[in-house]
């Protein structure tokens, strides 16, 4: 006769742990297939999880061949830092050697209050003559820039994706830790004392201000739905509401806030309220 189905039941199995001398039961644990695989399953994801995290949250991933470990970070730190001083250096000699030129041919020499703000001043002065050149070239672009600047422009506004807009590099430095979307939304760059910190895009100041945990910090609203985010600054030299060109100063760098270690720039990106990697539209 067939076997009556409604009898079968689920095969168990049964591990047990024996006293070898007095043959007691020292642990015994039942379990079935569907058990073992689950098991199984959960121990191999959880060994998995420990192994990443060991990797990626230890100094162990320094041992991986290839990775840089923090004695080689904070060499190329010190040695971006050398140059930028050593570049402050030579700076300083050329406008020496101008002012110089200017004396002995009977000019007035030039007026400079701060080296960094300076170099600031010439960098949007540079950025401001290649605007000139470019609306002059054509009148094309000349007839795009009245529109884009009056807002008369028929239909919908023009604008660029991120991909093609131009950043500003925020501050000259070198990048200390990078972008990491899960545990590092933003950069932090490293720079020298009283290093200026400017705007990376045109666009409006909407926040600007101090919390305990970020310092001194500073929010400005740019075209394309983009925000960019300073913070830790030693110092701010704008206010809410203010309209910036890029490359105008805005702060001055420093280590302010709880959250800060050491004096660096906390940088962030944001693209249609997503936080994306400045590296990837910016050459530091």
């Not at 409604?6 to 742990?17: A, D, G, M």
């Not at 009245?146 to 093609?164: H, N, Q, Y």
Request: glycine share 6%; net charge negative; charged share 25%.
């Amino acid at each position: 006769m067939p076997k009556d189905k409604r009898h079968q039941s689920t095969v168990n199995y049964r591990l047990t742990l024996v006293d070898d001398d007095t043959h007691d039961q020292l642990w015994v644990r039942k379990f079935t297939k569907l058990n073992l695989i689950i098991t199984a399953i959960t121990a191999l994801v959880v060994t998995l999880a420990l192994f990443w995290c060991l990797v990626a949250l230890t100094p162990v991933r320094t041992l991986i061949p290839g990775y840089p470990d923090a004695r080689t970070n904070r060499d190329a730190i010190q040695n971006a830092i050398r140059i930028d001083s050593l570049e402050n250096v030579i700076t300083k000699w050329e406008l020496y050697s101008e002012n110089l030129r200017r004396v002995v041919d009977g000019e007035d020499p030039l007026k400079i209050d701060s080296l960094m703000r300076a170099r600031a001043k010439s960098r949007e002065e540079g950025e401001r003559d290649m605007a000139g050149i470019a609306a002059k070239d054509s009148l094309l672009r000349k007839e795009v820039a009245s529109e884009d600047k009056f807002d008369i422009a028929s239909g919908s506004p023009r604008t660029l994706p991120i991909e093609g807009m131009h950043f500003f590099i925020p501050l000259k430095g070198v990048i200390s830790q990078g972008y990491d979307k899960a545990l590092h939304p933003y950069i932090d760059i490293t720079a020298p004392d009283n290093s200026v910190v400017m705007a990376t895009l045109d666009g409006t100041v909407i926040s600007a201000g101090w919390t305990d945990e970020e310092g001194y910090t500073i929010r400005i609203q740019h075209d394309g739905d983009i925000i960019s985010v300073y913070k830790h600054n030693q110092k701010l030299m704008r206010k809410t509401g203010d309209k910036v060109t890029a490359g105008t100063p805005i702060a001055i760098v420093g280590g302010t806030g709880s959250t800060a270690d050491g004096e660096h720039l906390h940088f962030e990106l944001w693209h249609k309220g997503e936080a994306v990697d400045p590296a990837k539209y910016i050459s530091f």
